[in-house]
């Protein structure tokens, strides 16, 4: 990966001690990260990804929203976010404005033992998405294991941050390619809809659109949220509801939601074809595109 | 954490370009890992610790095993074992050979996109476990949410896998100290024992000792290995059982294995005194320290 930009937070913590300027530019093929930072050692740490485009990134007090309650389940000390905002929006701004890009937001408990957390934000040029985004994607359903009321039963578990220990997430998009599939969606332990590996789950029947309850472990996707506004504003309903796994059956479309590939139709679904609404989804993703921060 | 040593390997993986030494030394003081290093952004790694004592380390042959077999779970190159035991035995040797220490194995995917992975090795002065050792410790026990034949039904969920995806460990641990305790036992979410957060159960009925079935998705422990080993000579029987959490009701003695604190006996369970078998405990304990590789 040509990561073109790099700054490094110098307090990335409210706690923190009081940094002059919020971040020090650096050269990502150099070394930044120690062997015992916490990050590197225990996926000890959250993050985001933000979608830029001409320049500007986009949705981000919901992202710099995101990271601070991810921080807080995690218990890592509260972000700065004016230094993460003041960071971030440097770092879109050194990216080609031609071209849709992403800035990546990495929040570790540091070097072990120091309780210093550290901070850092990378910025390059995005893949380009446009046959996800229209032609669409083949998407696996894979079983997360895990029951569907498991954030009220076993916190620790963390599910619904955005941790860097995300290698079963990983694991999960290797399975779905050896599926010849694009991407992966979960289901709980008990059949109820959750989370794509990387995205938000976006249905649609008829003039609604639905998503799965951030109750049942997920993250709130920063994209959905946009895409539910942009819905609304053309007269369409929007929920957040529990879902069994048979409400995909019934859906008149099924979307993966996300910061940088933003809205992706599911074309085939464990290989069965499925209804792509190309007129709705060019409408969603051009006002996803759109947006300003 | 002072990390006294650091080797980083020049070729970890069996597929890499041919090194003509194993490792360089390095300052641990001094950034090594990149941001864009999946290890550090994702998690997406494995690694092992050792014990070392009088300056060698133990049970290599078994965490080498492990750690070839963990990668193998995550589809990481498969490690090159000898460039990792040469490196291992390096760092053990520059410990105190007067105290008891430490070595630490990380090996990542590398840089994202790059399909050159990472690997380092870290070694230090260990804690002082004695406490912990004799007195025993206190233990909580958590859902692990997952039920028992996950790695069967959901391999794309790693369990079994020793990754650096342990965000939720250190979360259990958090949990485990917030209601006064030293540390964290779990169970799957249909009822069966399973690991502790960083560390191996074990069991004693009478001349038995038995710990939980690897076939539970959890990590086959190093240091359990050898307590069976140790077991055995003494004229016990040993065996892997798949256990009800009612098991922990019946046994007469209950520890928690590691490869650096070593067998920890259980001193209250959910705040319910244990019993503790001193004697055996010490003969345990003496027998893991007196490894040789």
Redesign the interface.
């Known amino acids: ?1 040509s ?1 073109a930009v ?1 700054a490094v937070l110098n307090s990335p913590a409210l706690d923190g001690t009081a940094a002059p300027t919020a971040f020090r530019l650096a050269d ?18 959250v ?1 985001e990804t933000l979608g830029v485009v001409g320049g500007r990134a986009q949705a981000v007090d919901g992202h710099l929203a995101r990271l601070a309650r991810s921080a807080a389940m ?2 890592l000390p509260e972000p700065d976010l004016d230094a993460w905002r003041e960071t971030l929006i440097a770092v879109a701004e050194r990216l080609p404005a031609d071209r849709e890009g992403f800035v ?1 937001l ?1 929040y ?1 408990r540091g ?3 120091s309780g210093i957390p550290t901070g ?1 934000a ?1 910025g390059a040029v995005a893949p380009d998405h446009t046959e996800a985004r229209t032609r669409g994607i083949g998407v696996v359903v ?6 569907h009321d ?1 954030t009220a ?6 599910q619904g ?1 955005k ?10 998009l ?2 779905a390619r050896r599926r010849d599939a694009d991407d ?1 969606l979960f289901v709980s ?1 008990d059949g109820f809809l959750l989370e794509g590996a990387t995205s938000t789950l976006l249905l649609k029947r008829g003039d609604r659109l639905v998503t799965p309850s951030t109750s049942l472990g997920i993250l709130p996707g920063t994209t959905q949220a946009d895409a539910f506004r942009s819905a609304r504003a053309e007269g369409m309903t929007t929920s957040y509801e529990v879902l069994p796994r048979t409400a995909l059956d019934d859906a008149d479309g099924l979307w993966l939601l996300s910061s940088v590939r933003l809205a992706a139709p599911i074309r085939t679904l464990d290989g069965t074809d499925r209804p792509v609404d190309e007129a709705f989804t060019a409408r969603l993703n051009a006002a996803l595109l759109a947006r300003r921060d």
Chains 1, 2 share one sequence.
């Open positions: 990966m990561t790099l990502p093929a150099d070394p930044q990260v120690t062997v015992h930072d916490l990050g590197a050692t225990r996926g000890d740490g993050f995690l218990e990546k990495v570790t070097p072990e033992g850092w990378t894979l079983d997360r294991g895990l029951p498991v039963t076993a916190p620790w578990l963390l941050a941790t860097l220990s995300y290698a079963l997430n990983m694991a999960a290797r399975e992966a332990g």
